[in-house]
């Protein structure tokens, strides 16, 4: 089946660090990869996606690139502020399939 | 107005009692989904409908329902609440293909006591 694997958090960084969040998954065939983020109290926003192989997302200075040969869509941002303190979700969407399936989420907090 | 509205915002309940949680979006979509969060296990899907006609069965949808009224409302029920239900529900919305991510609502938090 499909699943999705998540770096477990939580993890904290300072201002201006850089920031990576590992995501990797199983599925059959090519799907669709994503990227959200749930700000406290709030829902799920869609932060990025990548369609196809090699399509690199990008948004808010955050960007994730779509690795078939390691089944990964790793999650980076070059200098992290703290608006960007929130619960961060990988899926994916597989061709024929139409449900999300999500990873368990990594916390991330940013201290001045 | 959001595009995926739920209501209530937060809600409290005692064991034993039926409840309904209602969505309603304005995005036109066909497909709409409820999902369960709890900590440490990400987001887990309860029902999910395709259509007014098509509703189908997720991963943990026992002790849940859902009514499908129109092709905008999509609400959850629990028929007779357990404190083990207690838990921030999502309803979403997409348009069809997987290349097309999910619209979300803000969430109801429950707890049933």
């Known amino acids: 089946g499909n699943s999705v694997t998540q770096m477990e958090g939580p993890v904290t960084l300072s201002e201006e660090a850089f920031l990576t969040i590992n995501c990797t998954y199983t599925a059959t065939g090519y799907p669709s990869l994503f990227w959200y983020v749930q700000y406290p109290g709030e829902g799920l926003q869609l932060l990025l996606k990548?369609?196809?192989?090699?399509d690199k997302g990008s948004n808010k200075g955050f960007e994730a690139t779509y690795r078939k040969e390691t089944t990964s869509f790793h999650l980076e941002k070059g200098s992290v502020q703290v608006s960007d303190s929130a619960v961060y979700f990988c899926a994916l969407r597989r061709f024929g399939n139409e449900k999300l399936t999500f990873g368990t989420g990594t916390r991330l907090t940013i201290i001045p | 107005d959001a595009d995926v509205t739920q209501t209530p915002r937060n809600r409290i309940t005692k064991t034993g009692k039926r409840i309904m949680l209602e969505c309603s979006q304005t995005k036109g979509h066909d497909r709409m989904y409820w999902y369960r969060q709890d900590p440490g296990l990400g987001l887990r899907l309860i029902y999910y409908s395709f259509d007014v006609k098509d509703i189908n069965k997720g991963e943990i949808s026992d002790g849940y329902s859902v009514s499908r009224q129109a092709q905008a409302k999509f609400s959850l029920s629990l028929e007779s609440a357990i404190p083990n239900q207690t838990a921030l529900y999502f309803c979403?919305?997409?348009?069809?293909?997987?290349?097309?991510?999910?619209?979300f609502g803000s969430g109801t938090r429950l707890t049933v006591v």
């Open positions: 979403a919305t997409s348009d069809r293909g997987e290349d097309y991510g999910y619209t």
């Open positions: 990548a369609t196809k192989a090699d």
